[in-house]
């Protein structure tokens, strides 16, 4: 049996790819370019698969968001009855954290069966907040933390790592390269010519 080798991207919906709940959701332009790519990525076998992980429970609010993005292998929200769910505390009451077990489930419902081994190495994990437990899960760099918040309008500088991801994903040519970026250690798949000009 050959595993798969692919990258699996893991997204969080609000103040990620879209903001405006609980009005109508506006996209985040440059993330939905990273999914258009990564769509591509998958067509060409370098992508796995693609989910949508949301603590949204608003299926209205999450399918006129869907609808405005490329396509998800697989969607879940807050109230999908494999989620764990914290302890009460205060305002905090009923939200639940993110974790691979999560991923292995939405991989579980497209007929598809992994262990948490097999995937923790190849899940990109995006989203704004920062304190979900499958952050301490993967490497430290596959937790791509959306920073700022995406507010449509806002004019904050977007500082997250969109260009360590593009590379991941192998748009080579869209990367500004220089001395920061931490491409070196994770495609499993594929490394530069350059990179190993440096070891
Ligand atoms: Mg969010």
Redesign the pocket.
């Known amino acids: 049996m050959v595993l798969p080798t692919g990258w699996i991207l893991v997204w969080?919906?609000?103040?990620?790819l879209v903001s405006g709940w609980p009005n109508t959701p506006i996209v985040n332009p440059t993330a939905v370019k990273i999914l258009e790519l990564a769509d591509k990525a998958r067509a060409a076998g370098r992508v796995e698969a693609i989910f949508l992980l949301?603590?949204n429970s608003d299926k209205d609010y999450i399918n006129a968001a869907i609808v405005q993005l490329p396509p998800f292998d697989n969607v879940m929200d807050s109230t999908h009855r494999s989620r764990t769910k914290l302890p009460s505390i205060g305002n905090y009451n009923g939200n639940v954290s993110k974790s691979l077990s999560d991923v292995v489930q939405l991989f579980a419902e497209i007929g598809v069966s992994v262990a948490k081994d097999d995937i923790k190495n190849r899940v990109l994990f995006f989203?704004?907040?920062p304190d979900h437990v499958m952050k301490d899960e993967i490497a430290k760099a596959h937790y791509i933390h959306?920073t700022p918040?995406f507010k449509a309008g806002s004019v904050k500088k977007d500082l997250t790592r969109w260009n360590y991801v593009r590379k991941l994903l192998g748009d080579s040519k869209r990367v500004t390269r220089k001395r920061s970026d931490h491409g070196k250690r994770s495609d499993p798949g594929k490394r530069s010519r350059r990179n190993n000009l440096h070891r």
């Open positions: 969080d919906l609000d103040e990620t949301t603590n989203d704004n907040y959306i918040d």
